[in-house]
C-alpha cells in the first residue's frame, strides 16, 4: 500500500494534481475538504467542535484506509510549518500507514502567490469546495493565511527519502501527476 500526502498552500492545486495522480494509479483521492465541508455547516471553521469533528474523520478513514486491501491512498494538506505540532501531525497520520506496512510519499507543491490567486476562482476548486464559493471571502482568507503562516518548506528542511518539492506554476496538473508518478515508479 501506498500513502501520498500533497501538501502545500491553499490553491495551489492539491486537489487537482491528487485527481489526476487517482485516475494515473488507481490510488484513492481523500482531499482535505472532504472532511471538511461535512462539518462546516455544523461548526465555524475555528472552532474546537470543528476541530475535533474533522480531525475525527480523518483518523478513522486513515485507520480503515490502512487496514485495507486498498492499493493505497491520496491525501492533501494545507501544511503549517510555523507550528511545530503540524509536523507531529504529519507524523501521526504516516504512522498509521506505516505500522501497516505501507510506503509513506511526501509531494510538496508550491506555486506564485498570483497564480494561486487565479486557480482559487477556479470551477472545479469551487465544485468540489463549497466553502470557496465566496470568493471575496476564500481569496481574503488566502492573503491572511499567506501573512500569518508559512505553508512551504525552507530547503533541507524536510529529510524523508520519499520527498519530492514541486514549484507548479507553470505545470498542468496532469504533468505535476506525471512527474510524481514517474519519481516514485508508481
Not at 501520498?4 to 484513492?28: R, S
Not at 482531499?31 to 480531525?55: G, R
Not at 482559487?120 to 471575496?136: T, V
Request: net charge positive; proline share 4%; no cysteine.
Amino acid at each position: 500500500m501506498k500513502f501520498v500526502i500533497i501538501f502545500g498552500p491553499p490553491a495551489v492545486g492539491k486537489m487537482t494534481v491528487g485527481m489526476e495522480l487517482e485516475k494515473l494509479t488507481g490510488l484513492k483521492l481523500f482531499h482535505n475538504h472532504m472532511s471538511i465541508e461535512v462539518v462546516l455547516p455544523f461548526f465555524d471553521f475555528d472552532t474546537p467542535e470543528f476541530s475535533y469533528l474533522v480531525n475525527l474523520i480523518r483518523m478513522e478513514m486513515f485507520k480503515k484506509i490502512a487496514k485495507s486491501n486498498s492499493k493505497g491512498l491520496i491525501f492533501t494538506y494545507v501544511w503549517g510549518f510555523h507550528d511545530k505540532f503540524e509536523g507531529k501531525y504529519i507524523q501521526k497520520i504516516a504512522r498509521i500507514f506505516e505500522k501497516e506496512g505501507a510506503k509513506v510519499y511526501y509531494v510538496e507543491l508550491e506555486a506564485d502567490l498570483k497564480e494561486r490567486l487565479k486557480r482559487n476562482k477556479h470551477a472545479d476548486r469551487l465544485r468540489h469546495k463549497p466553502s470557496k464559493r465566496n470568493l471575496k471571502l476564500s481569496e481574503y482568507r488566502l492573503l491572511e493565511d499567506e501573512k500569518k503562516w508559512r505553508m512551504n518548506s525552507k530547503p533541507g528542511e524536510i529529510r524523508k527519502k520519499n520527498y519530492l518539492k514541486i514549484n507548479n506554476t507553470l505545470f498542468r496538473p496532469l504533468e505535476v501527476a506525471h512527474t510524481i508518478k514517474k519519481r516514485f515508479r508508481f
